[in-house]
């Protein structure tokens, strides 16, 4: 769903773990990493939305995570021109998104990569909290420092101090096929 500005209606997910690492995904056949996200359907809500990207990309249900917190506005990035379909109607240019931060409440063998005849993902790590905003593409660098940065309270309600990044092993998937 496209607003009257243009911008795809969107979720994003941050899931953390009990070491309070975030699951960091590569998106398949490509060198780019990314929380899982998704857009929103109409007459969807965001949270249903967030349900159903979760379980579309990652194969969590609802008893699988436990939501933390979620960002209070709308967070909105442009994409670049050379990204931008200029044949389609309505034009799309950006997204406006809803972000949730989610606590895994499973272990990881609950995770399924496959649950569409798209997968999103062919390798994921768990990294630090200030990972991601260092890695992912720029147009969406803002955002994501603007989400985690609003949502770090939920997993951090000491005000804990956010360690920096080493690089961590990748784990890659088996791709299956349907």
Same mark, same amino acid.
């Given at each position: 769903m496209i607003d009257a500005d243009g911008y795809r209606l969107n979720?994003? @997910? @941050?899931?953390? #773990?009990?070491?309070?690492k975030l699951f960091w995904g590569r998106r398949i056949g490509q060198s780019s990493w990314q929380f899982p996200q998704g857009g929103i359907a109409e007459n969807e809500t965001p949270l249903e939305a967030m349900h159903r990207e979760l379980e579309e990309e990652v194969g969590l249900t609802a008893e699988h995570v436990e939501v933390l917190g979620v960002t209070k506005n709308w967070l909105h990035y442009d994409l670049p021109e050379r990204y931008i379909r200029q044949n389609s109607h309505p034009l799309c240019i950006g997204q406006k998104q809803r972000w949730y931060l989610l606590k895994v409440d499973c272990n990881f063998s609950r995770f399924c990569f496959n649950t569409t005849t798209t997968p999103e993902f062919d390798a %994921? +790590?768990?990294? #630090?909290?200030?990972?991601?905003e260092q890695e992912v593409v720029y147009f969406k660098r803002r955002? %994501?420092? +603007?989400? !985690?940065?609003? !949502?770090?309270?939920? !997993?951090f309600p000491e005000g804990q101090k956010v360690k920096k990044s080493r690089p961590r092993k990748t784990r890659y998937l088996r791709q299956h096929r349907r």
């Open positions: 979720v994003g @997910i @941050i899931l953390s #773990n009990a070491e309070k %994921y +790590r768990w990294v #630090n909290y200030s990972t991601p955002v %994501y420092e +603007r989400a !985690l940065k609003e !949502l770090a309270p939920y !997993l």
